[in-house]
């Protein structure tokens, strides 16, 4: 089999320790309850320049090759440092500086002819449909796309290491814009009620706040706050509350309040950074500054005026939508740009779009999974899937009907599954649960050498079946022959 070429990167400035703190629930998830999972992040690491949503993908897959290599259980270890010089991989650029990334296993190791071959496209030891073999085939075209490269250790009886170097971002001072709005007599006359069962946090919040001269009303859960929101006399211009709490969570509590007053501002303080399946423009994440408090209330209360960012969603929503090839993909990427645009900026709900919902021929192609409850529901390492629809074109090429299955985050190694369904539902979940925004993916490849290219796309759509958590998932899938 011959590999074309998997997916475009599209590189940002990313700090490791946070790309670190976004994976490692999902790291856990894959690795399984047999493998301690162990990350070491040392301070100063220095910031890279990659697609932090391709390293996501590539540790997750470096963590199921090491569970699978400790059937009986083990040790996963992932660290970031900063390179030492005489350590870096010949080939690379001299003078330059890279962060190394380090994912070791105590599982069985491979031999010197395994080792020889790890890392070529579509080679694996795994019994067959359980692997694609292009777990660190991608992880080398990821650093190497990168502009760094990728180093393995192993032997049998001592396990495996995947040493990933990526160059040290060359960060220049970033120019503060002028922001109309942030002086001082911007704060201040308002009363903002602060909700956050956190008895450390929440006094914090609300000096901060009160020494931005706003009269302050604190309360520890959210039973709390809805007493305190209807004392006589009582005026609330703003809710200020964590998500998660002992009780109600934040947005139930919102619901309730808004429901007798619906043009009370909210604003959203967690620490589930990953997570938040809320409006980007309400949510403030724990650690904060009391800058971006100051600046997140300012907005909230509306008095923060700033001409629309490059990288606003709107901008964003019309170069994902050029990317886009299939026209299968731009169809129903319209229908959920119109459906959002419906519900005045809502997700659109599973029941999608006009009466009837989507064309016969988008169903054929598509596939409706619900995300379903779980303890915590901002935790998408542990989310559980139940697919409610799979399209007839999809469970053809498949050879098998997915509707009514249930998996986890770990459930879809299945070569020929991943293949028509897509990369893992669960990475996919947090990243269109983190910017309530479709998601894309696309690859090429070879069945074998002679043959032509197939072009892979997948778009994700997100819906919510009660206006704040995404709920469920639409997929949409193009495989093109000859692409």
Not at 37 to 53: H, K, T, Y
Not at 71 to 85: C, D, F, K, S, Y
Not at 423 to 443: I, K
Request: proline letters at 7%; charged letters at 20%.
């Amino acid at each position: 089999m011959a590999f074309v070429r998997r997916e475009e990167l599209r590189p940002s400035l990313a700090a490791p320790a946070a790309v670190m703190r976004d994976v490692e629930t999902l790291v856990r998830q894959t690795a399984g309850a047999k493998v301690c999972c162990r990350f070491e992040v040392s301070q100063g690491s220095w910031p890279i320049l990659v697609d932090a949503a391709r390293l996501e993908t590539v540790l997750l897959n470096l963590a199921a090759n090491a569970r699978d290599a400790m059937p009986e259980g083990g040790t996963l270890l992932i660290q970031v440092r900063n390179a030492a010089p005489d350590e870096v991989p010949k080939g690379l650029p001299l003078g330059r500086e890279f962060v190394r990334i380090a994912v070791a296993d105590t599982g069985s190791g491979m031999d010197a002819e395994t080792l020889r071959r790890a890392a070529e496209p579509f080679f694996t030891t795994k019994p067959k449909g359980k692997g694609t073999g292009l777990g660190l085939a991608s992880a080398q075209a990821f650093t190497a796309g990168s502009g760094g490269a990728l180093r393995l250790d192993s032997a049998p009886g001592r396990g495996t290491t995947v040493e990933l170097f990526l160059p040290r971002a060359a960060v220049a001072p970033a120019a503060v814009p002028a922001v109309i709005g942030q002086a001082p007599t911007r704060h201040g006359d308002a009363t903002i009620l602060v909700v956050d069962d956190d008895d450390a946090v929440r006094p914090m919040t609300a000096g901060l706040l009160r020494d931005l001269g706003y009269h302050v009303v604190e309360a520890a859960s959210a039973e709390a706050a809805e007493a305190l929101a209807h004392l006589d006399g009582m005026r609330v211009d703003l809710l200020v509350t964590d998500v998660v709490m002992g009780g109600a969570p934040g947005p139930l509590l919102a619901g309730r309040l808004r429901g007798e007053r619906p043009d009370l501002p909210v604003l959203y303080v967690t620490g589930h950074g990953r997570a938040t399946a809320l409006d980007a423009a309400q949510v403030l994440c724990k650690p904060f500054t009391h800058v971006a408090l100051g600046r997140a209330v300012l907005a909230a209360l509306g008095r923060l005026e700033t001409a629309q960012p490059d990288g606003s969603e709107a901008s964003g929503t019309n170069r994902l939508h050029a990317r886009l090839r299939s026209p299968a993909l731009r169809e129903a990427h319209l229908h959920w740009i119109d459906a959002r645009m419906a519900a005045a900026g809502a997700l659109p709900s599973p029941g999608l779009l006009p009466p009837g919902g989507l064309p016969a021929h988008l169903l054929d192609c598509s596939y409706l999974a619900e995300v379903l409850p779980t303890p915590d529901r901002l935790d998408a390492g542990a989310a559980v899937f139940r697919f409610e629809r799979f399209g007839r074109a999809l469970a053809a090429r498949l050879g098998r009907e997915l509707t009514g299955l249930e998996v986890g985050a770990g459930d879809l190694d299945d070569g020929r599954v991943v293949d028509v369904v897509g990369a893992s539902l669960a990475t996919a979940y947090a990243r269109c649960a983190r910017s309530r925004s479709p998601g894309y993916d696309y690859a090429r490849f070879r069945l074998d050498a002679d043959a032509p290219a197939l072009l892979f796309e997948r778009l994700l759509l997100p819906l919510s079946a009660d206006g704040i958590w995404v709920t469920h998932l639409l997929g949409v899938v193009s495989i093109q022959d000859g692409a």
